[in-house]
Nanobody, 127 residues
Framework: QVQLVESGGGLAQTGDSLRLSCASSGRTITSYAMGWFRQAPGKEREVVAAISWIDGRTWYADSVKGRFAISRDDAKVTLFLQMNGLNPEDTAVYYC????????????????????WGQGTQVTVSS
C-alpha cells in the first residue's frame, strides 16, 4: 500500500516560487509512475505534470510548461513539484498521485490511471 502525503503549499504572491513535496510511506515509489494534479475552486481536477519511473520522462500541461518542474527522488521516496513564476491562476489544491508501472516507461495523464492519491495541499497565489 502506497500512502502519499503532500507538503509545501501555502500563500504566495505573483512571481514567487514554491516547492511541493510528496512523500511516500509504506512503500518505495520505485516502479510507480507519478503525477501532480490540481483542483481550483469550482473547477474539475486537472493534470499538471507527470513523470515515468524508468527514465523520468516528463509531461507538462501547457499552462505550466516552462514554469513548473516535476522530479523524483526514489531513494528518498519523494516526488517534487518546483513551481516558479506563480500567478493567481495557479491557485488550487495540489494532489500527488501514483500508479504501479513496473514494466512500462509511460507517464499517465488521467485521474483514472492512478491508484493512490495524497490528501492535497493548498496553494494560494495573490496578485
Amino acid at each position: 500500500q502506497v500512502q502519499l502525503v503532500e507538503s509545501g503549499g501555502g500563500l504566495a504572491q505573483t512571481g514567487d516560487s514554491l516547492r511541493l513535496s510528496c512523500a511516500s510511506s509504506g512503500r518505495t515509489i520505485t516502479s510507480y509512475a507519478m503525477g501532480w494534479f490540481r483542483q481550483a475552486p469550482g473547477k474539475e481536477r486537472e493534470v499538471v505534470a507527470a513523470i515515468s519511473w524508468i527514465d523520468g520522462r516528463t509531461w507538462y500541461a501547457d499552462s505550466v510548461k516552462g514554469r513548473f518542474a516535476i522530479s523524483r527522488d526514489d531513494a528518498k521516496v519523494t516526488l517534487f513539484l518546483q513551481m516558479n513564476g506563480l500567478n493567481p491562476e495557479d491557485t488550487a489544491v495540489y494532489y500527488c498521485a501514483a500508479t504501479y508501472s513496473r514494466y512500462s516507461n509511460d507517464y499517465y495523464l488521467k485521474e483514472e490511471d492512478y491508484d493512490y492519491w495524497g490528501q492535497g495541499t493548498q496553494v494560494t497565489v495573490s496578485s
